[in-house]
């Protein structure tokens, strides 16, 4: 099994949509979670950090899960702008290991 | 956070030939880390290079192959030796430093995209 495993989509979705990504990890140790953006040909930026009350930053919401070991990341009111892949990552030990990401379409 | 510069951005090598990638930081940082993405693929980590100790390799990556050199806070260096098709891929230095909260978090550097014929 991975230690993070996400949906690798990809979610097509209407400009003005909410949509939700969620990403499974196995490690039950792991404190910190990050959700990373990557757009096409670039280097992934981190978007947010998830901490375990949960972290909202205008539209975009992440929560985590611990009982069933998982985190979530919601979009809200979604941009073209937000097309990219979004990548959930766990810090395993000041390392951090990162699922396959998840493609984000938003069209006109 | 940090400002990292990798070079060189992109290459075109024959196989059998190594490349070394270099990362600079503009700050001071105790951890940095070199991660490979394949194409279509997420990131995988190769290895953690900590300044005056030998690089930590993660499973399925060996010194042999990707030797690492930290010869200092600000500076690294990752070798891809005796190249083959399959190393093709972005090679991506980062760092682990603090933000304004206080929680560490990963920066990227832009990648070097290795293609191997």
């Known amino acids: 099994r991975k230690e993070v495993e996400q949906d690798p989509g990809p979610f097509n979705v209407p400009e003005g949509a909410t949509v939700a990504f969620n990403c499974t990890y196995s490690n039950s140790a792991s404190q910190s979670f990050f959700w990373y953006r990557q757009d096409c040909r670039k280097e992934p930026k981190l978007l947010m950090s998830v901490y375990s009350s949960g972290n909202e930053d205008g539209r975009f919401t992440a929560q985590l899960n611990r009982a069933s070991q998982y985190i979530s990341l919601l979009i809200r009111d979604s941009k073209l702008s937000d097309s990219a892949t979004y990548l959930c990552s766990e810090d395993s030990s000041y390392k951090l290991i990162f699922g396959s990401g998840t493609r984000l379409l938003v069209r006109p | 956070s940090a400002v990292i510069s990798q070079k060189p951005s992109r290459d075109i090598c024959q196989r059998g030939t190594s490349l070394t990638i270099q990362c600079q930081v503009d700050?001071?940082?105790?951890?940095m880390f070199w991660y490979r993405q394949q194409p279509g693929q997420s990131l995988t980590l190769i290895a953690t290079a900590n300044q005056g100790s030998e690089a930590t390799y993660e499973s399925g990556f060996v010194i042999d192959k990707f030797p690492i050199s930290r010869p200092n806070l600000t500076f690294s260096t990752l070798t891809v030796s005796n190249m083959s098709p399959e190393d093709s891929s972005i090679y991506l230095c980062?760092?682990?430093?603090?933000?304004?909260?206080?929680?560490?978090?990963?920066?990227f550097g832009a990648g070097s995209r290795l293609t191997v014929l």
């Open positions: 980062s760092v682990l430093g603090p933000r304004p909260s206080g929680a560490n978090v990963l920066t």
């Open positions: 700050s001071q940082v105790t951890m």
